[in-house]
C-alpha cells in the first residue's frame, strides 16, 4: 500500500496517507481503537471501498487494472458473526465461491467436506443451516469459506471478536495451524492488542484518524514502543508479556533436588547435601507429586508433600510460563517437564531471573544485527504454534 | 338443509363454480400486486428517497372505496371482472410494497458485506441472497394481501353481479333467503383459512433455514390474517 488515503463524501478522513508493505505468506494485523480506520484499510485491499488518493499493490498489480470480481474472488473475506448466508446450509455456504467460478456441483462439494475436516468441524454438520450451529462453529465455517477456491490472500475483520475468550483462543490457535499448513497471506483486523501480538508475524498499530503508529514485530512493539500512544495501547506488563517471546530452552535445569517416592535414605541424604531447600518426589513414572524438606523423607505421606502448582514444558513453553509456575509454586520453584509430562528438572525463580537477563542481553545484540539483514526471530514451537501470549 | 346451497338462477353458477371464481377473482389480483411489488420495492430499496412517496401513494389508493373505482373503470373495462379486480391488485400493494422492503432492507449488514466481498454483483446478490431470504416476510404480506383480497371480491355485486361469493349476499336480500347470507360468509372464511394455511405450507417449504417456531410465541400485535378475514367479511 503506497501512501493510501480514503475520504468519505462527508469529508471524514478515515485513512491518511497510509504506506504498508504487506508481507507475503504471513500474518499481518491491524489494530487500533474504534473508529481508526481499520476496516476501511481492509476494504480498500479488496475494493469494497475505492481509495481516495495512493496506490495499492498486489504482487506488484496495481488493484485498479483488475476486474473487481476477479480481485474479490481471489481474496477470502471473513467478518464479525461470520456473515452467513442463512439461507443455505454449511456445505452449500462453504462452496460459494468455488460455484461463482463455475466449479463442478460434486468438485465443489468434495472441497467443501476438505474444509470442514481442516477447519475442525465435523462432516455431519454439511447439512445443517447456520442456526443450528455455535457461533464458534459458524465462524469456523466463515474461515472455510473464505478459503474455499484457494485463495492466495485473506482479509479477517475482527472475526473472532464475539465468541467467548476460551472459544476465541481455540480459533486462533486454529488460525494458526491452518497458516503454517497453508501459508496464506492474511491481513488481521482486531481491536485486541493481545490477539494482535498473539497472532501477527507484524503488526501494524493505527491511531484514530487512520493514521499509522507503528508497523512492527510484536516482540519490537513490547520492548521498544514507538510513542506513548502506542504504549498507552498496549498497555499494562508490558515487560511480562514481552518474556512470551523467549524460550525455556536454554534454562539451567537441576535434577538434584528430584528424587523418586521410593527412594533410600542415603540417596535423599545424597540429595539434600545439594543444598536445596526442598526435594521434589516423583512417582514410579518419573511423574511429579509434590514438594517436600529433606528431613520429612523418605515416607512422607502423599497429603504431607507440598503442591507443586502447574508443570512447564521445557523447550517448548516460553520464559513467561516458566516464571509463571515459579511464583505460582509454594517453594518459589518451577517444575520442568517433558512432552509426556515426566519430571526433566526443577528450577528456581533466581535462575528465571538470570535467564530473562541474558535473554534481553541477547535480545539488543540480535536487534543491532536483524536491523540489517531483517531476519524475523519469530517464536514458534515445533508444532508451528506461536508461544502463549494472551495471559 | 338444502336451501343453503340451492343458488338462484339468476347467478349463472352452481356453488363450485362460485367457489372457483372467487378463488380466481382474488388470487390473480394478489399475483399481479406481487409482480408490481417486487420491481417497485427493489427501486425504494435502491433510491431511499423514493420509499416515503411510494408508500403515500399506496396508501391514498387503499382509501379510495372500490366504488370509486368501478364508476372509472366500468367505462372502459365494463361488467366483468376486470373491473373487480384491477382495484384489488393496487390494493394489495400497500400490504406487499412495504412488506418487501423492509424485507429486503433486514438482511444483515455482515451477509450483504460477505457477499459482495465474494464477488457477487448486484443482480446477483439481489437474486440470490437478498429475496431468499426476505421470503418469510414477502410471505406474511401475501398472507394478509391475500385473505383481504378474498373478502373483499364480494363488492363486486355491486357492478353485474361480479363479487362471485358475494353475490349470494345480494341474493339472500333479494330473495329474503337469509341462509344464502351463511353460505356465503361462511364459505369465504373457510377459502380464506385454506388459502392463508397454503401459504404457511409454502413458507415452510421455501424455508428449511428458518428455526423451527414451535416454542417461540408468535409475536403480540400482528393479527392473525384469518381473523382479519372473518371481521371483513362479517361487515
Ligand atoms: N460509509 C462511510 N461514510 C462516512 N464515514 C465513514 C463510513 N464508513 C466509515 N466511516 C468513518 O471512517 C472512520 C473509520 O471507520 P472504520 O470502519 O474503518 O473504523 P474501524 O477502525 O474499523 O473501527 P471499528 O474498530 O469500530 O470497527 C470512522 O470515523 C467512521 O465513522
Ligand atoms: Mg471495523
Redesign the pocket.
Known amino acids: 500500500m503506497d501512501s493510501v488515503t480514503?475520504r468519505?463524501?462527508?469529508?471524514?478522513?478515515?485513512?491518511d496517507r497510509l504506506s504498508l508493505e504487506i508481507p507475503d505468506r504471513s500474518i499481518t494485523v491491524?489494530v487500533?481503537?474504534?473508529?481508526?480506520?481499520?476496516?476501511?484499510?481492509?476494504?480498500m485491499i479488496n475494493r469494497m471501498?475505492e481509495p481516495s488518493e495512493g496506490t495499492i499493490l498486489v504482487d506488484g498489480v496495481d488493484i485498479q487494472k483488475q476486474p473487481v470480481n476477479t480481485l474479490r474472488r481471489s481474496m477470502g473475506y471473513v467478518i464479525q458473526n461470520a456473515g452467513l448466508f442463512q439461507h443455505r446450509t454449511i456445505a452449500d455456504n462453504i462452496a460459494t465461491v468455488p460455484r461463482l467460478l463455475g466449479w463442478s456441483k460434486q468438485k465443489a462439494r468434495a472441497r467443501a467436506e476438505e474444509l470442514m475436516e481442516r477447519v475442525g468441524l465435523d462432516a455431519s454438520l454439511a447439512k445443517r443451516y447456520p442456526y443450528q450451529l455455535s457461533g464458534g462453529q459458524q465462524q469456523r465455517v466463515g474461515v472455510a469459506r473464505a478459503l474455499a477456491a484457494d485463495p492466495p490472500v485473506l482479509l479477517m475483520?475482527?472475526p473472532f471478536s464475539a465468541v467467548d475468550p476460551v472459544v476465541r483462543k481455540g480459533l486462533q490457535e486454529e488460525l494458526l495451524r491452518i497458516q503454517g499448513e497453508l501459508g496464506k497471506t492474511i491481513i488481521f483486523?482486531t481491536?485486541d492488542i493481545d490477539e494482535a501480538i498473539r497472532l501477527g508475524t507484524k503488526v501494524a498499530v493505527?491511531r484514530?484518524g487512520?493514521h499509522l503508529a507503528q508497523f512492527a514485530e510484536p516482540a519490537e512493539l513490547l520492548s521498544d514502543p514507538a510513542d506513548a500512544f502506542v504504549e498507552d495501547f498496549l498497555g499494562e506488563g508490558r515487560g511480562i508479556r514481552r518474556l512470551s517471546f523467549f524460550p525455556s530452552e536454554g534454562l539451567d535445569l537441576l535434577t538434584d533436588p528430584v528424587v523418586a517416592v521410593d527412594a533410600t535414605a542415603e540417596q535423599i541424604a545424597a540429595r539434600g547435601a545439594s543444598g536445596a531447600p526442598y526435594l521434589l518426589v516423583t512417582d514410579g513414572d518419573g511423574k511429579p507429586l509434590g514438594w517436600s524438606e529433606p528431613g520429612s523423607l523418605p515416607g512422607a505421606a502423599p497429603e504431607e508433600l507440598l503442591a507443586y502448582g502447574r508443570p512447564f514444558v521445557a523447550g517448548q513453553d516460553s520464559l513467561r510460563v516458566a516464571l509463571d509456575c515459579a511464583v505460582l509454586s509454594p517453594t518459589g520453584w518451577a517444575v520442568a517437564v517433558d512432552g509426556t509430562g515426566k519430571v526433566v528438572g526443577v528450577v528456581s525463580q533466581e535462575t528465571i531471573g538470570e535467564a530473562i537477563r541474558g535473554a534481553h542481553a541477547a535480545g539488543r545484540t540480535a536487534e543491532a544485527t536483524g536491523r540489517q539483514d531483517d531476519s524475523t526471530g519469530r517464536p514458534e514451537d515445533s508444532t508451528g504454534r506461536k508461544a502463549d501470549v494472551a495471559g | 338443509m338444502s336451501g343453503f346451497f340451492d343458488i338462484p338462477s339468476d347467478l349463472q353458477a352452481s356453488y363450485v363454480e362460485l367457489i372457483g371464481l372467487h378463488l380466481r377473482e382474488a388470487l390473480l389480483p394478489v399475483l399481479a400486486g406481487l409482480l408490481l411489488a417486487l420491481p417497485i420495492a427493489q427501486l425504494c430499496v435502491r433510491l431511499r428517497w423514493l420509499y416515503p412517496p411510494v408508500l403515500w401513494v399506496t396508501t391514498v389508493i387503499y382509501a379510495i372505496p372500490s366504488l370509486a373505482f368501478f364508476v372509472v373503470l366500468i367505462d372502459y373495462t365494463g361488467q366483468t371482472e376486470l373491473t373487480v379486480m384491477i382495484p384489488l391488485t393496487l390494493y394489495s400493494l400497500v400490504v406487499l410494497v412495504p412488506a418487501i422492503v423492509d424485507a429486503v432492507r433486514s438482511v444483515p449488514q455482515e451477509t450483504l458485506a460477505a457477499a459482495t466481498a465474494m464477488g457477487f454483483g448486484p443482480v446477483r446478490r439481489y437474486v440470490q441472497v437478498q429475496l431468499p431470504i426476505a421470503v418469510p416476510a414477502i410471505v406474511a404480506g401475501l398472507r394478509v394481501a391475500t385473505v383481504s383480497s378474498i373478502s373483499l371480491v364480494s363488492v363486486g355485486t355491486l357492478i353485474g353481479n361480479q363479487g362471485a361469493l358475494g353475490n349470494l349476499l345480494a341474493d339472500a336480500m333479494f330473495y329474503h333467503r337469509p341462509e344464502l347470507a351463511v353460505t356465503s360468509v361462511v364459505t369465504t372464511a373457510v377459502l380464506a383459512i385454506l388459502v392463508d394455511a397454503l401459504l404457511v405450507l409454502v413458507r415452510v417449504l421455501l424455508t428449511p433455514w428458518m428455526p423451527r417456531r414451535s416454542h417461540t410465541k408468535p409475536k403480540a400485535g400482528q393479527p392473525d390474517p384469518a381473523a382479519l378475514a372473518l371481521e371483513d367479511t362479517a361487515r
Do not use: I
Open positions: 480514503k468519505y463524501p462527508d469529508g471524514t478522513v478515515a485513512v491491524l487500533g481503537p474504534s473508529g481508526c480506520g481499520k476496516t476501511t484499510t481492509l476494504r471501498v475483520d475482527e483486523v481491536h493505527m484514530t487512520g
